[in-house]
């Protein structure tokens, strides 16, 4: 058996660059590595016009791992007055340019991405501007500089940070205090000085979460303030397939030089725990699709219910293979009034079903969908079986 027919897929949004004056896009090694290492498929969206709008060709979904990318498009999360002069903006752009060459397209996948994770509870694991696209997801906001304006501000005793060091990329580290009860201090706990709540961590960003969305709750600040890593505690539970969290920091990227080990234990625990909710959300899902649990019948899934049993289409062979053979079926005519459409009961139906929320309406679905299928088989085969005793 093809294993990857059997492990559950985590969506990664490619980022697009330049080699030899064509586009190429790319994943970062470290996220591949480390979802492969516990028990998951990584599938990578190519950052390419118009996928978008194709997301549903890559379903099913058990995971999202949003991580490297340009700046979002400010215009996304309303950006607020920064007092950054035109100047001032200028220089940003020669500074990071990289970064500021915004990328809509992209954009708009992972934003699309993040909601339908939100919607769904689709586990999601956002890396560095993947943090930030699930916080403007939820309608929180984001520094355009941090430099220019979150520097500003500290003016309560606060620390001035560097949060990018161009001239040591991947060695520079900056202090970090983790809040305690949080994923964040139970995977760091071991390394954490006593009475000292604070691990180093890398950074490479420019801009940061200004207001957090109100759902999430921070796991851990900067001493300039900034946060630097918060979660929905409504959706933590790895073991039941929920896990929405974003990262300001690359825990990935925290190794020694040509080696595995990481600067501390916990720096792969948030993939592991992330991989561990992906398993957990794809055995619900499996369980969803192919068992016929029943669903909770209330009122509205019983009417629900009876519309779809009112109303199963047969294929067009079938009718056909009835009519050849008329009287030879008994209650044949009988059989195929039942299956017609009742106007007023699928009125009725449909008055309740927009009532129905999602989890109910998918369930309804799932359910109705398996069975028309095995009824449709079973059919199938019976009526073969007629034919065979008629010749």
């Known amino acids: 058996m093809d294993i990857s027919m059997i492990l559950p897929r985590v969506l990664i949004v490619s980022r697009r660059t330049v080699r030899k004056k064509k586009f190429v896009d790319f994943v970062g090694e470290y996220h591949l590595d480390l979802i492969v290492r516990y028990g998951a498929v990584p599938v990578i969206i190519p950052r390419v016009s118009g996928v978008h709008m194709l997301l549903e060709s890559f379903e099913p979904i058990h995971?999202?791992?949003l991580c490297e990318g340009e700046d979002i498009d400010?215009?996304?999360y309303d950006a607020e007055l920064t007092g950054i002069s035109p100047e001032e903006l200028e220089e940003i752009r020669k500074l990071h340019a990289s970064d500021t060459a915004i990328d809509r397209e992209k954009d708009s996948i992972e934003l699309r991405l993040a909601k339908l994770c939100l919607k769904r509870n689709i586990p999601y694991?956002?890396?560095?501007?993947?943090?930030?696209?699930?916080?403007v997801a939820c309608g929180g906001t984001l520094y355009q500089d941090l430099e220019k304006e979150l520097s500003k501000i500290c003016t309560d005793g606060s620390e001035r940070v560097s949060h990018l060091n161009y001239e040591d990329y991947d060695g520079h580290r900056h202090a970090v205090r983790v809040v305690e009860d949080t994923p964040l201090h139970h995977w760091f706990e071991d390394s954490l000085e006593d009475e000292k709540m604070e691990i180093m961590v890398n950074s490479y960003h420019h801009q940061g979460v200004k207001r957090l969305a109100q759902r999430f709750?921070?796991?851990?600040?900067?001493p300039d303030g900034l946060v630097e890593g918060f979660y929905d505690p409504d959706a933590y539970n790895p073991k039941e397939g929920k896990f929405i969290m974003g990262l300001q920091f690359h825990p990935e990227r925290m190794r020694h030089p040509s080696s595995?080990?990481?600067?501390?234990?916990?720096?792969?625990?948030?993939y592991q725990e992330f991989v561990k909710a992906v398993i957990a959300h794809e055995k619900k899902l499996n369980c969803s699709a192919y068992v016929p649990k029943a669903p909770k019948l209330n009122q509205?899934?019983?009417a629900g219910s009876e519309f779809l049993e009112a109303n199963t289409a047969l294929s067009l062979q079938q009718e056909n293979r009835l009519k050849q053979m008329g009287a030879t079926v008994r209650n044949s005519s009988m059989y195929l009034e039942r299956l017609m459409k009742n106007e007023e009961r699928e009125r009725v139906a449909r008055i309740?079903?927009?009532k129905m929320s999602i989890e109910q309406l998918s369930d309804l679905m799932s359910l109705y969908q398996m069975m028309g299928r095995k009824c449709s088989e079973e059919l199938e085969k019976k009526l073969q079986?007629?034919?065979k005793e008629e010749n």
């Not at 709750?217 to 900067?222: E, I, L, R, S, T």
């Open 74 to 76: 400010p215009s996304l």
């Open 63 to 65: 995971g999202v791992l």
């Open 352 to 354: 309740i079903m927009e």
């Open 385 to 387: 079986d007629l034919m």
């Open 125 to 135: 694991l956002g890396i560095c501007r993947g943090s930030q696209v699930l916080n």
């Open 260 to 270: 595995d080990n990481f600067d501390y234990p916990g720096c792969s625990s948030a």
């Open 300 to 302: 509205e899934l019983i």
């Open 217 to 222: 709750v921070p796991m851990a600040f900067a």
